[in-house]
DNA sequence: TCGATCCTGTAG
DNA sequence: CTACAGGATCGA
């Protein structure tokens, strides 16, 4: 499920129905979705208030009561949600709270690869201070960007995926951001012209406002995954470009599709 | 900085 | 069957 707004839109969820609950009980299904360096034992979690949920950059943040907190990383399938019935969860649930209430928090992710651990709050800081300015934030203004981008020849799509400089952002919505600004994901960022980066400031922020409203509207939707949002070039190999009508290019970047118009993005 | 790797599901 | 997937980390 995630990209920075599919994880907002997570947040919001859990804040109406989560802030307040008590945990009663914690159970890992898989060992490998509870691992994380600097976690304590997810028993610390049980008999605590879950008192706030933040967002930073692609992690949820579940503040509980006694000094701990919930990292959750949603990966490629994570999804975190609460169920009316403890009992009744699905297969995919690879950790479960209990709530007091009888409900359940549970941590569901097909492919294993994402995770959930707890720090002590000061840990967690430590560990998230690691990541990029907060793309929505009023930090991130103009020339922010254009000093970050300065510092790194990375290639344009590589940097803006990159969660050290920027948080959030993946590889639909940098696609998306990129064809928005007219720049070529190969070109490095140091080379972008100044003009084009004032347009990717503007774009990652209309990008992520527009994809935040859309997945607060498709989510709890079955079988909308995917389809928060209407992409120019993600996904739209050989299609026409919706500018100039000529064929969306496939190429691959650090291991990861790239979808670009070459003809609009120079 | 690159490539392999972690896993499973699904589309073609 | 193979290719690919909205992500990140690790070692070489």
Known sequence: MPELPEVEAVCRKLRKEAVG???????????????????????????????????RGKNIVVHLSGGYALRVHLMMTGN???????????????VHFRLRDGRALVFEDARILGNVSLYKEEDLKKALSKIGIEPLSKEFTIEKLLEL????RLPAKIYLMDQHHIAGIGNMYAAEALFRARINPEQPMNAVTKAKLKALHQAIIDVLKEAIKAAVRSYSKPGTYGKD???????????????????????????RSTYYCPHCQR
């Open 149 to 152: 981008a300065k510092r790194s």
């Open 229 to 255: 949002m209407d992409f120019n070039v993600y996904g739209r190999k050989g299609k026409p470009c919706n500018v100039c009508g000529k064929p969306i290019t496939r190429i691959e970047q650090g291991g």
């Open 80 to 94: 975190l949600f609460v169920i009316p019935d403890a009992r009744l969860y699905s297969a995919r649930v690879r």
């Open 21 to 55: 609950a008590v945990i009663d009980e914690a159970q890992v299904m898989k060992p490998r979705s509870a691992r994380g360096a600097h976690s304590a034992e997810l028993d610390h979690a049980v008999g605590q208030t879950i008192r706030k949920i933040e967002r």
